[in-house]
Every structure is written in C-alpha cells, then in structure tokens.
Nanobody
Framework: QVHLVESGGGSVQSGGSLRLSCVVSGRTSDSPNMGWFRQAPGKAREFVAVFSWSLSTTRYSAAVKGRFAVSRDNAKNTMYLQMHSLKSGDTAAYFC??????????????????WGQGTQVTVST
C-alpha cells in the first residue's frame, strides 16, 4: 500500500508560479513509477508528468513541457511539481499518483494504482 498526500495548491495570477508537493509513504518500493495528473471542471483527468521514482526517466505533456518540472527530496519522501508561467488553462485539481507497473512509463490513468486526494490550482487572468 502506498499513501500519497498533495499540498501546495492555491490561487495565482497568470504568469505566476507554484510548487506542488506530494508526500509518499508506505511500500514505496512497490511503485517504481509516479505521475502528476490534473482534472479541470467538466473535463477528463489528463497526465501532466510521469517519471520513474529515481527520476532517471521523465515525460511531460505537450501542454506543460518547458514550464513544469518534477523533482524529489529523498530525505522527506516528497515529490514536487514546480510550475512556472502558469496560464488560465492550467486551472485544475492536481493529483499525485503511483504505479506498481514496472518498465516503460505510462501516461494512462488506469496504469496508476494509488492516488492522492488532489490539490486545487486556480490561475486567474
């Protein structure tokens, strides 16, 4: 079992920055791959970034590539999503997720077994 808790969401003006955190606990060795996803009102959940726990492999969606970056703090068992140049289209609930699948990274929602409760990001113009 893996437990995920996100934080760091909030309201920011267009062009601003935010850093989301995801504290990971439990049997983290069972989840070699992680992901950040988001869901805007009335829309399907979509992948933002997927990455191996070691960060040796990362993949970003076209919508955020070059503006968002993932990182981690091993001592705190925490993954981060640093977001820059935020746009109104980035407004969504953001979720951290963990996958027990090994091998190639997957952007598919159903490849992820554990999810956090989400943290809201609102970007105003």
């Amino acid at each position: 079992q893996v437990h995920l808790v996100e934080s760091g969401g909030g309201s920011v003006q267009s062009g601003g920055s935010l850093r989301l955190s995801c504290v990971v606990s439990g049997r983290t060795s069972d989840s070699p791959n992680m992901g950040w996803f988001r869901q805007a009102p009335g829309k399907a959940r979509e992948f933002v970034a997927v990455f191996s726990w070691s960060l040796s492999t990362t993949r970003y969606s076209a919508a955020v590539k070059g503006r968002f970056a993932v990182s981690r703090d091993n001592a705190k068992n925490t993954m981060y999503l640093q977001m820059h140049s935020l746009k109104s289209g980035d407004t969504a609930a953001y979720f951290c997720a963990a996958s027990t699948l090994r091998g190639a990274l997957s952007t598919a929602i159903d490849a992820y077994d554990y999810w956090g409760q989400g943290t809201q990001v609102t970007v105003s113009t």
